[in-house]
T-cell receptor, first 110, second 115 residues
Framework: DAKTTQPPSMDCAEGRAANLPCNHSTISGNEYVYWYRQIHSQGPQYIIHGLKNNETNEMASLIITEDRKSSTLILPHATLRDTAVYYCIVRSSGTYKYIFGTGTRLKVLA | DVKVTQSSRYLVKRTGEKVFLECVQDMDHENMFWYRQDPGLGLRLIYFSYDVKMKEKGDIPEGYSVSREKKERFSLILESASTNQTSMYLC??????????????FGPGTRLTVL
């Protein structure tokens, strides 16, 4: 599975959009981009995933660049409860394995 | 919504004790997983099960065993707990194991301390 690179930490003001970047320049054609988050002392929570088209659900939007070498997770109106570590994972559709890196620690400020 | 529950949030055991960690999911998922999470090491897969009574070793199965007698329940067993098994243990389930919609849903975790 391709390696991902994320900034170690970010701050965002409450009510503003949080844009979390992820670099996955070695992604291959059958690999999906998944996003999870982990709130302190809880299990990871699935957010969204995509292959090449942009995706949106009730939690977030995922924007994948045309060359698929990077993506951005967007939380449109961040709240204090969105403070968490966000993991970007690249995963082949043929495997069950997740490789969680160190993620981005997002702090939403009041 | 998928609900994955784990029997304990916090557990303290002594070296040499046999430890049972229980996980239950309510979405009729075929696949269940046990991970441990340690600072700087990320999540590491211990075992997974793709059907009742079926199991596969993950990346770090040594010192652990598992049991899946019912579809909804997956147990992790530490036969003789050791201090290096102090960790956060996470259970997950998924409907599919591969393919495009194989996201895993995690339980809240059990923080195990072995003294």
């Amino acid at each position: 599975d391709a390696k991902t690179t994320q900034p170690p930490s970010m701050d965002c003001a409450e009510g503003r959009a949080a844009n979390l970047p992820c670099n996955h320049s070695t992604i291959s054609g059958n690999e999906y981009v998944y996003w999870y988050r982990q709130i302190h002392s809880q299990g990871p929570q699935y957010i969204i995933h995509g292959l090449k088209n942009n995706e949106t659900n009730e939690m977030a939007s995922l924007i994948i660049t045309e060359d698929r070498k990077s993506s951005t997770l967007i939380l449109p109106h961040a709240t204090l409860r969105d403070t968490a570590v966000y993991y970007c994972i690249v995963r082949s559709s043929g495997t069950y394995k997740y490789i969680f890196g160190t993620g981005t620690r997002l702090k939403v400020l009041a | 919504d998928v609900k994955v529950t784990q029997s304990s949030r916090y557990l303290v055991k002594r070296t040499g004790e046999k430890v049972f960690l229980e996980c239950v999911q309510d979405m009729d998922h075929e696949n269940m997983f046990w991970y441990r999470q340690d600072p700087g090491l990320g999540l590491r897969l211990i075992y997974f099960s793709y059907d009742v009574k079926m199991k596969e070793k993950g990346d770090i199965p040594e010192g652990y065993s598992v049991s899946r007698e019912k579809k909804e329940r997956f147990s992790l067993i530490l036969e003789s707990a050791s201090t290096n098994q102090t960790s956060m243990y996470l259970c997950a389930s998924s409907l599919y194991i591969t393919g495009t919609n194989n996201e895993q849903f995690f339980g809240p975790g059990t923080r195990l301390t072995v003294l």
